[in-house]
């Protein structure tokens, strides 16, 4: 049976103290910070806590998740709160916070399990190139699935098993090359912040498409945009690219042309990323790549 216990009242808040210089000292200090985070990446490694007596509960702690990672995928992760999934399952807020104590370790769990687990590794091996590239591919679709992980905040939080599981899955395709641990742990970095930095066109187009906004009406927006740069004194290289002939923009596509033909977004990530392979092949073959 759902749990009907009346909403949680808010504490009141008091003042802050008074410092000895006559201020008023932070609400929050360093060590309180640091044992939230604790916390949370143990409720994220560990599960949130089961109940050890009594009836089996009527809601678990993945069915939270999983309606905060509905609401996130139909409203952007802005939608995301603790009332709208209790509202969602039916559940009062205080429910939820039995298993999850803030909206930032509800967070937390939504962010991992939205990650998922990329492909095993298969038993005959591609070759490092081949296995990457694949990566690559893959972790641009998760994040194009999931848009709203692109508007995380840049702010500490804890990392969970499926975010650890990717790096994982990167530093399998390079165990057999003679690569040092440093160099490596360097690649990962490389091509991850690659396929993040180049897929943002991509995760603007999946957000508007997830917000009932159609390709075409997408395309023309972003054209616009970029067509505002021609003739503006402010951008005088922009401006000579973007009305050129090989590589000039219209006004209804997204993206600059190459040889005066239109690419598609997917052409656009392949030739930046063999770039990227191009010159990871070109320091392992250095004589002192290792």
């Given at each position: 049976?759902?749990?009907?216990?009346?909403?949680?009242?808010?504490?009141?808040?008091?003042?802050?103290?008074?410092?000895?210089a006559?201020?008023?000292?932070?609400?929050?200090s360093?060590?309180?910070?640091?044992?939230?985070?604790q916390?949370?990446?143990?409720?994220l490694?560990?599960?949130?806590t089961?109940?050890s007596?009594?009836?089996?509960p009527?809601?678990?702690?993945?069915?939270?998740?999983?309606a905060?990672?509905?609401?996130?995928?139909?409203?952007?992760?802005?939608?995301?709160t603790?009332h709208?999934?209790?509202?969602?399952?039916?559940?009062?807020?205080?429910?939820?916070?039995?298993?999850?104590?803030?909206?930032?370790?509800?967070?937390?769990?939504?962010?991992?399990?939205?990650?998922?687990?990329?492909?095993?590794?298969?038993?005959?091996?591609?070759?490092?190139?081949?296995?990457m590239?694949?990566?690559a591919?893959?972790k641009?679709?998760?994040?194009?699935?999931?848009?709203?992980?692109?508007?995380?905040?840049?702010?500490?939080?804890?990392h969970?098993?499926?975010?650890?599981?990717?790096?994982?899955?990167?530093l399998?395709?390079?165990?057999?090359?003679?690569?040092?641990?440093?160099?490596?742990?360097?690649?990962?970095?490389?091509?991850?912040?690659?396929?993040?930095?180049?897929?943002?066109?991509?995760i603007?187009?999946?957000?508007?498409?997830?917000?009932?906004v159609?390709?075409?009406?997408?395309?023309?927006?972003?054209?616009?945009?970029?067509?505002?740069?021609?003739?503006?004194?402010r951008?005088?290289?922009?401006?000579?690219?973007?009305?050129?002939?090989?590589?000039?923009?219209?006004?209804?596509?997204?993206?600059?042309?190459?040889?005066?033909?239109?690419?598609?977004?997917?052409?656009?990530?392949?030739?930046g990323?063999e770039?990227?392979?191009?010159?990871?092949?070109?320091?392992?073959?250095?004589?002192t790549?290792?």
């Amino acid at each position: 049976m759902a749990d009907r216990s009346p909403k949680r009242r808010p504490r009141s808040k008091k003042p802050p103290a008074p410092s000895r210089a006559g201020g008023t000292r932070a609400t929050t200090s360093q060590g309180e910070i640091g044992r939230d985070l604790q916390m949370r990446s143990e409720l994220l490694w560990d599960g949130p806590t089961r109940p050890s007596r009594g009836p089996k509960p009527a809601l678990r702690g993945d069915d939270v998740v999983q309606a905060a990672i509905r609401i996130a995928d139909s409203n952007g992760l802005g939608a995301l709160t603790m009332h709208a999934v209790a509202e969602q399952l039916g559940f009062t807020t205080m429910a939820l916070y039995r298993y999850f104590p803030s909206k930032e370790a509800l967070i937390d769990a939504c962010v991992d399990a939205a990650l998922g687990t990329p492909s095993r590794r298969a038993a005959a091996r591609k070759g490092w190139r081949l296995e990457m590239r694949d990566w690559a591919y893959a972790k641009r679709a998760m994040l194009c699935a999931r848009p709203w992980l692109a508007e995380l905040p840049f702010v500490a939080a804890p990392h969970g098993p499926n975010w650890l599981s990717w790096h994982e899955a990167f530093l399998q395709t390079l165990a057999d090359t003679g690569m040092t641990p440093e160099d490596m742990m360097d690649m990962l970095g490389l091509v991850d912040g690659f396929v993040r930095g180049i897929s943002d066109t991509a995760i603007s187009l999946a957000r508007a498409r997830s917000q009932g906004v159609s390709d075409v009406e997408w395309a023309k927006a972003v054209g616009a945009d970029l067509s505002r740069a021609i003739n503006d004194a402010r951008y005088p290289v922009l401006s000579a690219i973007l009305s050129s002939a090989s590589g000039g923009v219209k006004a209804d596509a997204p993206l600059p042309t190459r040889g005066g033909r239109m690419r598609s977004m997917d052409e656009h990530f392949e030739f930046g990323l063999e770039r990227v392979l191009d010159g990871i092949q070109r320091y392992m073959d250095a004589p002192t790549a290792r």
